[in-house]
């Protein structure tokens, strides 16, 4: 059947559903419904990683074979840098504009190097808003309390603390910079409810917030002339006779050369792996999502943490065909628009955390309440026409412009149509081992932003993100920037390479995959295509 | 690049198998109908470095040229978010060296007379419409250009919340305008001068540096684990 007939039953049964209220699950059903649902619990796509800081312990196969990857680097290359610097900031998302706007501030010499272009990023698509306590009736610790649940309980305290304490003088900055945050009639900050949140608390800009926050950040970096390396993907870390950390080593994407910097720190702001397609899963992010910033640290000897748990998105997009993964933002859920199996029925608290929402998905497509595709993809409908019916017409159109655009693009009016979706590869929860300052156990090696973990715990809370770039970016820019007026810059060599091999050789060798990835590789060769004629 | 040989982008049993005739660049090619234009460049064996960033439609790096079949008329589209039909032919746009301000945007003294030092050919434009008939985000950049000139910021901020920077509206402007880069400065003046500061905000800092919410943090960070967990359980 197409499409649009197979819909016909969103609408049917729609004025039934806005009467119904669907409970949120007890912590026990829970518990059982992610065990065995989420993806996280797939025991098959996990294996411990066998040599390096977090030997022994699980991870994806498909991460595993990276940080036990070899580095492309020769034991013995020259390592004349072509720039000097006190703070090189690698990665230009959130993170890495953060980090280097507030080390450029402190008066150090900042380079900001990244593999695309400045901003081209997760940072940039994040649709769904900024969570930071303002309104009167929220507090940080009800912000933190809301956050350790969502979390599992696993979070790091003093992480979570400093994040959503410094959350509201965050806003202030960026006020200042020029984001344009949406408003009450009062002036005061407007702030949506999220799921897993028990106030309102997400600052948004339309359905544009990770976009209007990088506009700035971006314009901001090149107004105060803050060096840039585009198109420098990171290849290996540089390291001192001690094991600190002292530049890096970058592929020019252009012409192919090395490219070397001599840094007092460096801040690792590298983003997530949804590029990896772990499990197979199609993914929200962008180009250069394949943990990179994982695999540099790891080879240098920085702890990982929660490497063994990522967040599939409720919902990314099914069909269109072209818009795979694409993510449909969970403000939709946040207005009251419904997740609708195949019979017409709602199945899930839509504003349960999206372990949980995603768990109930997946469930609903194995015990054959999905809705199939031509193409053979499977997912459930999310009632977006609801929310013209609920606020009156036009409402989709004026809160989720962008997420029309989209689709109106491929001829689907998601104001009349409701849109299939399926959860989506979306976020890295763990990552890097950070303490308070941004800093791994590597001495000054920083790392900022979706590559680090520990924040999030086990799950992140929607809209944690942008506020972890903000807070993390900038304590680890002011860090980096403070130490580096009182240090030497340290010597620029490749020990640490020395030894990881030596560990692999001991442990039966790398895993024969060299890493970082730095671009996944979706060019089909020849071989493939004369397979496929 | 990259090691990993299963490619999931364009899994064959997802797509229909109708192939079309496409040109990329003046080049000939048979891709698979309604691939996004991004997916076509792989398909055909092109490694893309320049041309590809978000892949969601949000960074503007995939800035491309199209004509249909027949069609004497060239538009523009995101590469990433834009379906390959039959007789399309296409090219990604290279960069384009416009030139941008720089300023101190908090310190500005007048900001709406500041454009004209700032971007003087701003007011010169003359009304061509080319740039509004570039944007893939369907902004009218015409319309705003003229009321960035008239001062009318907060419509431009407004109009421009869709701008990725992609850039095609400025290769196309007969008056040397590069009119994102003219909307980004106004949209940043007007969140930094003409919008209301707001008070709940600068009250919360004042409380959390007054310590306000001590006594809560030392309740809840003295918990055991399992008074932490209870305790969650009862923020609703
Ligand atoms: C579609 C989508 C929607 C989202 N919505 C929200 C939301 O509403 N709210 C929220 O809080 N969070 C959201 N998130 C999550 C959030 O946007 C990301 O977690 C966050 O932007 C990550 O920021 P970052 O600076 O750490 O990494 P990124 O923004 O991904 O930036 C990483 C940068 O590092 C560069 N890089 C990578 N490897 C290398 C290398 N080897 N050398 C040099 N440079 C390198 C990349 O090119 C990129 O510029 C969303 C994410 C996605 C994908
Ligand atoms: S205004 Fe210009 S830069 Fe912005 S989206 Fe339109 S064409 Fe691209
Ligand atoms: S292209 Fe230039 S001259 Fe033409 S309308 Fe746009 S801004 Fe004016
Ligand atoms: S790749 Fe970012 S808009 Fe197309």
Redesign the pocket.
Same mark, same amino acid.
């Given at each position: 059947m197409d499409i649009h007939a197979l819909q016909q039953i969103v609408h049917q049964t729609r004025d039934a559903r806005r009467k119904q209220t669907i409970p949120k699950f007890s912590p026990a059903d829970r518990d059982q419904l992610i065990h065995k649902y989420h993806p996280d619990y797939r025991a098959s796509a996990y294996r411990p990683i066998r040599f390096g800081p977090n030997a022994d312990d699980q991870t994806v196969v498909e991460l595993a074979a990276l940080l036990e990857g070899d580095s492309s680097i020769p034991e013995h290359i020259d390592l004349t840098p072509h720039y000097t610097t006190d703070v090189l900031v690698?990665?230009?998302?959130?993170?890495?504009?953060a980090a280097a706007l507030h080390a450029h501030a402190t008066g150090a010499k900042v380079i900001l190097?990244?593999?695309?272009r400045?901003?081209?990023?997760?940072?940039?698509?994040?649709?769904?808003?900024?969570?930071i306590s303002v309104a009167p009736e929220d507090s940080p610790v009800t912000h933190f309390l809301d956050t350790l649940k969502g979390g599992h309980m696993q979070n790091d305290h003093e992480l979570l603390k400093v994040m959503v304490e410094e959350g509201p003088s965050i806003a202030k900055w960026l006020i200042e910079l020029g984001v344009l945050f949406d408003r009450q009639a009062d002036g005061n900050l407007h702030v949506k409810k999220g799921g897993g949140s028990s106030k309102p608390r997400l600052l948004t800009c339309s359905d544009y !917030? /990770?976009l209007e926050i990088m506009r700035v950040l971006k314009d901001e970096v090149l107004n105060q002339k803050i060096q840039l390396l585009e198109f420098?993907?990171?290849?290996e870390l540089l390291s001192d006779e001690n094991g600190q950390c002292t530049g890096a080593i970058?592929k020019d994407l252009d012409n192919h050369r090395h490219v070397v910097v001599a840094a007092k720190s460096v801040i690792l702001? !590298? /983003?997530?792996i949804?590029r990896l397609h772990i499990q197979g899963f199609p993914?929200?992010?962008?180009?250069?999502?394949?943990g990179?910033?994982l695999c540099?640290s790891y080879r240098m000897g920085a702890k990982l943490d929660h490497i063994d748990t990522f967040q599939y998105?409720p919902s990314g997009a099914v069909y269109p065909e072209q818009l795979i993964g694409?993510?449909v933002?969970?403000g939709i859920r946040s207005e009251g628009g419904h997740l609708v199996n195949a019979k017409g029925e709602r199945f899930v608290n839509e504003l349960d955390t999206r372990d949980v929402v995603s768990s109930s998905i997946i469930r609903e497509c194995e015990e054959g309440r999905g809705i199939r595709t031509m193409s053979g993809r499977i997912g459930v409908w999310l009632d977006t026409p609801l929310l013209d019916a609920e606020h009156g017409p036009g409402t989709v159109e004026k809160h989720f412009p962008a997420m029309m655009m989209q689709f109106e693009r491929f001829g689907i009016d998601i104001s009349k149509d409701p849109v299939l979706i399926y959860p989506t590869l979306?976020?890295q929860n763990g990552g890097v081992k950070i303490d308070a300052n941004s800093e791994t156990n590597v001495k000054n090696l920083f790392v900022?932003?979706?590559?680090s973990g520990g924040l999030h715990g086990r799950n992140r809370l929607?809209?944690?993100?942008?506020?972890?770039?903000m807070v993390f970016?900038k304590r680890s820019g002011l860090t980096a920037a403070s130490r580096a007026l009182s240090m030497p810059q340290g010597k620029l060599t490749v020990n640490h390479l020395q030894q990881f091999r030596a560990e692999a050789k001991k442990h039966g060798n790398s895993s024969g995959v060299i890493s970082?990835m730095?671009l996944p590789a979706y060019t089909r060769k020849e071989a493939e295509r004369t397979a496929t004629k | 690049m990259a090691q990993e040989d299963s490619n999931v982008i364009d899994q064959p049993e997802v797509l229909r198998h109708k192939m079309v005739s496409i040109e990329i660049s003046g080049k000939k090619y048979e891709v698979p109908e309604g691939i996004t234009v991004i997916k076509a460049l792989w398909h055909t064996g092109q490694e893309v470095v320049r041309g590809a960033g978000c892949l969601?439609g949000f960074c503007g790096a995939c800035a491309t040229y199209y004509r249909t079949k027949d069609d004497p008329k060239v538009r523009t589209c995101l590469a990433c978010q834009m379906a390959v039909e039959d007789g399309m032919s296409f090219t990604i746009m290279p960069p384009f060296p416009a030139r941008k301000a720089l300023y101190d945007i908090q310190s500005l003294k007048d900001p709406k007379q500041d454009l004209f030092n700032l971007y003087p050919e701003a007011p010169l434009c003359r009304n061509c419409n080319a740039c509004t008939e570039a944007c893939p985000q369907k902004i009218d950049v015409r319309e705003g250009v003229w009321k960035a000139v008239f001062g009318d910021f907060k419509s431009v901020s407004e109009m421009f919340m869709d701008c990725v920077m992609c850039g095609m509206c400025t290769p196309v402007c007969i008056a040397d305008i590069a009119p994102n880069l003219v909307a980004l400065y106004v949209s940043r003046a007007q969140g930094a001068h003409f919008t209301e500061k707001p008070l709940g905000l600068d009250i919360r800092i004042k409380e959390i540096q007054d310590g306000r919410f001590n006594d809560e943090w030392n309740k809840v960070l003295a918990m055991s684990e399992q008074q932490l967990a209870d305790h969650c359980a009862t923020v609703k």
């Open positions: 690698v990665g230009g998302g959130g993170a890495g504009c190097a990244t593999k695309l400045l901003g081209d990023s997760n940072s940039v698509m994040a649709q769904g808003g900024m969570q !917030t /990770g420098c993907a990171a290849v970058f702001a !590298t /983003g997530g949804g993914t929200s992010n962008h180009y250069g999502a394949t990179d910033g540099l998105h694409a993510l933002t969970e979306h976020y900022a932003g979706e590559a929607m809209g944690n993100s942008l506020l972890d770039l970016g970082p730095i | 969601g």
